[in-house]
């Protein structure tokens, strides 16, 4: 069984970057559609990016088109999302979710396989 632990959260300025990353331990992780999920204060888990099994295809959530920037490297199990122009609106708990299949991610992620803990990122304006 394939377990996801995120790490790479922080406190950054307005502006900053921090790359954020999904470790899986067990299984390899290629074997894996990867997405990245946030959940914010009072407000529901919401899409980020997902990235199919190769890293051949990425997808966005408009909100972070441009500013967010998701890779994996399978021989190192892991997958990264780097996070640019940080602004106070994407403080928010992020979550590495993964599917052995590619799943809809709607409804905040409900039907995919596995979830980390999540890492909290805190930008101040």
């Known amino acids: 069984q394939v377990q996801p632990v995120e790490s790479g959260g922080g406190l950054v300025q307005a502006g900053g970057s921090l790359r954020l990353s999904c470790v899986a331990s067990?299984?390899?992780?290629?074997?894996?559609?990867a997405y990245w999920f946030r959940q914010a204060p009072g407000k529901e888990r919401g899409f980020v990016a997902r990235?199919?099994?190769?890293?051949?295809?990425?997808l966005y959530a408009d909100s972070v088109k441009g500013q967010f920037t998701i890779s994996r490297d399978n021989g190192k199990n892991t997958v990264y999302q780097q996070m640019n122009r940080l602004r106070p609106e994407d403080t928010a708990v992020y979550y590495c979710?993964?599917?052995?299949?590619?799943?809809?991610?709607?409804?905040?992620?409900?039907?995919?396989?596995?979830w980390g803990q999540g890492t909290l990122v805190t930008v101040s304006s």
């Open positions: 979710a993964a599917d052995s299949r590619d799943r809809s991610w709607s409804e905040g992620g409900k039907y995919l396989e596995l």
């Open positions: 067990g299984r390899a992780f290629s074997s894996y559609v």
């Open positions: 990235i199919n099994w190769s890293g051949g295809s990425a």
